[in-house]
């Protein structure tokens, strides 16, 4: 079956530490986007990457990065300058440009600082 | 600024029907989409409008004025599993997604 998939689905992390979140696709999907969630709120970009080993900041990208080596694959560090890490993380992909521009999601992952 | 404003919360009761709107002021557009996303859970694809019009898929119904920036999701013969938040996003003209903060749907028996 085609999908995303992203791991751990709870992380917990003690503050100061650096943490990367998985995301993998198998849908052969060109673009791989990067959005946290926060309660009440709507999604926010974070980062996202039209090919691999390019990629472009969203509206916040403060205190995360990317990579982009393959096209399968697009994880993403929380580092500890961000300062309000604790959310619930989302990874999405669309399909080659002139399929559709819908978004997949993964099924997210909710890290917590403590 | 790019802005999307939906209702915050709605209530329904089983059975009835509810309309969520949408309204947005973006650079540009490419296209609306409404997501359903329930507690916890990713957001699933329901409809997506880029001409004027209504489209029509089974209870669920979505509507777009491009002249005036606003949408709607109509959803008929509702149960109780349709409690969750639904997501209004608009593609702009750089091709981003622009997402509203969604709404969440409460139903009552």
């Known amino acids: 079956d085609g999908g995303i998939t992203q791991s751990p689905k709870y992380l917990f992390r003690k503050e100061g530490q650096n943490v990367t979140l998985s995301c993998e696709q198998n849908?052969?999907?060109?673009?791989m986007y990067w959005y946290r969630q926060d309660p009440g709120q709507g999604l926010r970009l974070i980062y996202y990457?039209?090919?691999?080993?390019?990629?472009q900041k969203g509206d916040i990208a403060e205190g995360y990065s990317v990579s982009r080596e393959k096209k399968e694959s697009f994880p993403l560090t929380v580092t500890s300058a961000q300062k309000n890490p604790t959310a619930f993380y989302l990874c999405?992909?669309?399909?080659?440009?002139?399929?559709?521009?819908?978004?997949?999601f993964g099924p997210g992952t909710r890290l917590t600082v403590l | 600024g790019q802005n999307i404003d939906q209702p915050t919360e709605m209530t329904a009761t089983e059975g009835a029907i509810v309309q969520i709107n949408c309204t947005y002021q973006?650079?540009?557009?490419?296209?609306l989409f409404w997501y359903q996303q329930h507690a916890g859970e990713a957001p699933t694809f329901l409809s997506y409008?880029?001409l004027d019009g209504l489209e029509e898929k089974g209870r669920f119904s979505s509507f777009l004025s491009r002249s005036k920036g606003y949408s709607y999701l109509l959803l008929k013969e509702l149960q109780m599993k349709d409690s969750a938040s639904y997501l209004c996003?608009?593609?702009?003209?750089?091709?981003?997604?622009?997402w509203g903060a969604g709404t969440k749907l409460i139903i009552k028996p």
């Open positions: 999405a992909s669309t399909p080659p440009s002139g399929d559709s521009n819908e978004q997949f």
């Open positions: 849908l052969n999907h060109d673009a």
């Open positions: 990457s039209q090919i691999v080993n390019d990629f």
């Open positions: 973006t650079s540009g557009f490419n296209g």
């Open positions: 409008n880029v």
């Open positions: 996003a608009v593609l702009d003209s750089n091709y981003q997604l622009i």
